[in-house]
DNA sequence: GTACCTGCAAACTCTTTGCAATCTG
DNA sequence: CAGATTGCAAAGAGTTTGCAGGTAC
């Protein structure tokens, strides 16, 4: 499996069910791509699921291991991986790229397409929804052939909160030039 | 083979003037961003930025250390790391993530803005260019109330080439459902 | 019972870091 | 000259792989 991404075009879900309303008809989906494609249902994978689903906003791979691990199940970080995998495969998680190479996963069913706001400076990510994305879209898969089924829009600057960690500490480097050189995230 | 270190990752870049033409504005900018920033202006900062100008498409740091090489330069890995995040910090150079978490970066002076539409089967990399990016851009600013500088749209499907790598390779699996699970990049 | 899946740990890949030597300003 | 920058190699972080044992079907 290539690349995984968020799916745009989801299950039509306006607004956000509950968390715990949402999760069995999630686990009926697991269920049946499990089934189309003859792969097991492993306790392993459902309990990633549902830890996934019980969670808010973005993770990455080892935080939900971690996590996992904490609950006391004793899934390997190889599982979580492959599970993973699957879960985007099956558009139930999406895999995001934010800037910072750290590979970040979030889940996807029951919640309305969005994108994301990145805050280069402290790191603080806003989610904004935008119908014309979707016409680029349309547009972009008639003028090039494509077969689009997902897409990734970030736009990366700074917010403007009086808290942002980054600028405190760029304020700092002006008085003391020599740090002056920004490192990237 | 998914997405990443396609044959055919090549270029279609839109509208680019040519590439020794750009150059020398090029060298000015570095020169006046590294003044500006009081850092050094060494050879190998000079090097690096003239060898991924007279490159076309996008590519990844290994990629550019061993051309670099091979060019009889001495530059270290450390050096072109380095030296790429000062390019990108003053946005001669931009970082791209296409799904495969292998960062790719590709010249940004003197092209048109665009973005990316990634074959998911292939790893075929075209480019396009819409308006209205700008203005969701000028829109979630103004909501939002951050300052943008860049940002990233990337779409993945799947191509419509008679060649298309992956789409042979998935017809192989059907006929061979053992292999149906698709290994991630 | 079979072969898919898991856990574990080692391997791998990409990137960063530490340090002595070098070179810019 | 001072100290920023480099090369080198080793360390680090995140992810994948190989294999023996477990388990869904």
Redesign the interface.
């Known amino acids: 499996?290539?690349?995984?991404?968020s799916p745009t075009d989801g299950p039509a879900h306006t607004g956000h069910s509950s968390n715990t309303e949402a999760y069995a008809e999630v686990e009926d989906l697991l269920r049946e791509y499990l089934d189309r494609?003859?792969?097991r249902k492993t306790p392993e994978r459902f309990a990633i699921l549902e830890a996934i689903y019980q969670k808010d906003g973005h993770f990455d791979a080892e935080a939900l291991y971690l996590e996992l691990k904490n609950d006391g199940s004793k899934v390997s970080r190889a599982t979580v991986y492959n599970t993973l995998?699957?879960l985007v495969?099956c558009r139930l998680v999406a895999?995001q790229?934010f800037?910072d190479?750290i590979?970040k996963y979030e889940k996807v069913y029951g919640y309305r397409q969005h994108d994301h706001?990145v805050?280069?400076e402290c790191g603080k990510i806003?989610e904004?929804c935008?119908p014309?994305?979707a016409?680029?879209?349309d547009?972009?898969?008639q003028?090039?052939?494509?077969?689009?089924?997902?897409?990734?829009?970030?736009?990366?600057?700074?917010?403007?909160d009086a808290d942002c960690a980054g600028r405190k500490a760029a304020a700092k480097d002006q008085a003391n030039?020599q740090n002056?050189?920004?490192?990237?995230s």
Chains 1, 2 share one sequence.
């Open positions: 499996m290539p690349v995984s991404p494609n003859k792969l995998d699957i495969d895999k790229y800037g190479s590979t706001l805050c280069t806003l904004f935008d014309r994305i016409r680029i879209q547009m972009v898969e003028v090039y052939g494509f077969r689009i089924d997902a897409h990734a829009l970030n736009f990366y600057g700074e917010c403007t030039p002056a050189q920004k490192q990237p």
